[in-house]
């Protein structure tokens, strides 16, 4: 296994109202924060973040209740909460306007902080993101529905529900050590309960509250979208870039809804070109 396949380090803890929250920075240069999504962890940039801190000093945490995050039993880990967090990390880190490219309720949440915190970002980057309703798979709506009935099955069946429905998420079925990533965050006392918490609390409404104000957004945005996408299809990506005037929106063939996995190099390429022709688009104006 290369360097860029190793599991990111989240060496530092930050207090969010006294719940603790891991994260890691690596690399120098302009501030990148990479917000990932559900129900995944910061490691699904772990191919990614060391490339893009050649250029970068690039900021990576775990939402609140997803990966080395704490997870408790009764917390808050809706959307309602996920953007005050990001807030609160881009305060703490001290950063003025950074690059956010952001995954799936990643991208609501980027989305949220920006419309409802108010955050200014130099650039916005969203990989299939939630953003626009109708969201939430057949899977999605039964387990809210049975929350305590899936939170108590036995371990063994789900871990294979676990493992079948983040396969789901890619166009080519993930190795072993690949989908280990994913799925140990979610294994273990009280983590079970976690994983099925989570999509309890999913809730349309927290894009609704923010759809009709894309418009306003006045940061460039790249929107990447993979074409096999399973459970976001890329009619919704197409539907949302017509949302967001300053959009340049773009097809990642060969690539489910976690393009990290199924082409991080499409996203190292497309990123890279579009914060150059933002940097030469700057310098022209100056």
């Known amino acids: 296994m290369?360097?860029?396949?190793?599991?990111?380090p989240l060496p530092h803890t930050f207090d969010f109202a006294g719940r603790p929250v891991r994260y890691g920075v690596m690399g120098a240069g302009p501030a990148m924060v990479l917000v990932?999504?559900?129900?995944?962890?910061?490691?699904?940039?772990?191919?990614?973040?060391?490339?893009?801190?050649?250029?970068?000093c690039v900021y990576y945490f775990d939402l609140l209740g997803y990966g080395q995050s704490e997870m408790v039993e009764g917390e808050d880990v809706s959307l309602g909460v996920q953007n005050h967090l990001l807030a609160a990390l881009i305060e703490h880190w001290g950063l003025d306007k950074p690059h956010v490219v952001a995954h799936d309720f990643g991208g609501a949440t980027a989305l949220r902080c920006r419309i409802l915190n108010q955050l200014a970002y130099t650039t916005l980057t969203l990989i299939d993101p939630v953003a626009i309703?109708?969201?939430?798979?057949?899977?999605?709506?039964?387990?809210?529905?049975?929350?305590q009935a899936f939170s108590g099955l036995p371990g063994y069946i789900h871990e294979a529900i676990l493992a079948a429905y983040i396969q789901g998420s890619v166009c080519h079925p993930m190795a072993e050590h690949d989908l280990q990533h994913y799925t140990k965050p979610w294994l273990g006392e009280g983590r079970q309960g976690a994983?099925?918490?989570?999509?309890?609390?999913?809730d349309q409404r927290y894009t609704d509250e923010v759809q009709g104000a894309y418009a306003s957004l006045d940061c460039p945005v790249l929107l990447l979208w993979g074409e096999q996408d399973q459970w976001i299809p890329i009619e919704r990506g197409?539907?949302?870039?017509?949302?967001?005037?300053?959009?340049?929106?773009?097809?990642?063939?060969?690539?489910?809804?976690?393009?990290?996995?199924?082409?991080?190099?499409?996203?190292?390429?497309e990123l890279l070109k579009f914060l150059h022709r933002q940097c030469a688009a700057q310098q022209d104006g100056t």
Do not use: K
Request: net charge positive; proline share 7%.
């Open 195 to 202: 994983f099925y918490r989570q999509i309890a609390q999913m």
């Open 133 to 147: 309703a109708p969201w939430g798979s057949p899977f999605v709506q039964h387990v809210r529905q049975h929350q």
């Open 36 to 56: 990932h999504g559900t129900p995944f962890s910061s490691q699904v940039w772990r191919r990614i973040a060391p490339l893009l801190a050649s250029n970068y």
């Open 2 to 8: 290369n360097a860029v396949d190793q599991s990111l």
């Open 238 to 269: 197409e539907a949302l870039a017509r949302q967001i005037a300053n959009c340049q929106m773009v097809r990642v063939p060969g690539a489910g809804h976690l393009v990290q996995e199924d082409a991080p190099e499409a996203i190292i390429g």
